[in-house]
C-alpha cells in the first residue's frame, strides 16, 4: 500500500489517499477543501477510488467528500453516531467559515466494523471527544492508523466544539488507540505523521 497525503483546505487539513499498488485501487479519506485538485491528483496516475472514508464531520475534513463522491460515482463512510454532526452547521462548524453547510455519508459503519474497500480492510474504531461520532481507520496489515482529529502528534484534538469532551478523548485515545502495537504508523488530520509508540511514551496529554 503507498500512502499519499495532500494538505488542503483553510486549516492545512492532512487529506490522504491509501493506494492499493497493485490494482491502483484507492480510498479517499478526509477531503476537506480542493476536490478539483484531489480529482486532477486521482486522475494523473489513473488511480481508481473505491470510496471517501470521513474521520469526522468537520467541515475541514467533508467539504469536499460529496463534490468527489459524485465525480467518481462512489459512497461515503462515516461512523454512524457521526450523522447530526455531518448535517448540523453548528455541530460541523461551517459557520467558522461564513457558510452554513449539511454534508452527508451513504454508509454509517459500526464500531469495530471491517471495512473491505480497494483490497483492504480498514477497521472502523469509535473514538468520541473531538465530535461525537468521531473515528479512526486501522489497517492492521499495513500497520496504518488514520486517526482524524483524535491522535496528533504529541497533542490531541480540540474539544471545545460541540459534542466534545477532554476525557472522552483521552479514554478514547487510551482503551482504542494505545492498545495498538508502538510500531504502527499514524497518519493524523493535522501536522506530521507520528507512532503510536512515541506517542504512548511522551504525549504530555496521556
Avoid: W
Amino acid at each position: 500500500m503507498k500512502i499519499e497525503q495532500y494538505c488542503v483546505g483553510q486549516v492545512a487539513t492532512n487529506c490522504y489517499f491509501a493506494v492499493n499498488g497493485e490494482t491502483k485501487e484507492m480510498v479517499i479519506v478526509d477531503p476537506g477543501d480542493s476536490a478539483q485538485m484531489l480529482a486532477e491528483k486521482i486522475r494523473q496516475q489513473g488511480l481508481k477510488p473505491k470510496a471517501v472514508l470521513l474521520t469526522h464531520g468537520h467541515f475541514d475534513h467533508a467539504m469536499a467528500a460529496g463534490k468527489l463522491a459524485e465525480m467518481f460515482g462512489i459512497k461515503i463512510y462515516a461512523h454512524e453516531a457521526e450523522k447530526e454532526t455531518l448535517e448540523n452547521p453548528h455541530k460541523n462548524v461551517s459557520t467558522m467559515i461564513g457558510k452554513s453547510e449539511a454534508y452527508h455519508a451513504d454508509v454509517f459503519a459500526k464500531d469495530g466494523e471491517v471495512l473491505n474497500l480497494a483490497g483492504m480492510e480498514l477497521k472502523v474504531l469509535h473514538t468520541p471527544g473531538h465530535t461525537e461520532g468521531g473515528c479512526c481507520y486501522y489497517l492492521e496489515k499495513e500497520k496504518v492508523l488514520f486517526s482524524g482529529d483524535t491522535l496528533f502528534c504529541q497533542s490531541v484534538g480540540r474539544t471545545d466544539f460541540p459534542g466534545g469532551s477532554m476525557s472522552g478523548i483521552v479514554r478514547s485515545i487510551r482503551e482504542k488507540l494505545l492498545a495498538l502495537p508502538d510500531d504502527v504508523s499514524v497518519y493524523p488530520g493535522h501536522m506530521d505523521i507520528t507512532t503510536i509508540g512515541r506517542e504512548r511514551a511522551s504525549n504530555p496529554f496521556l
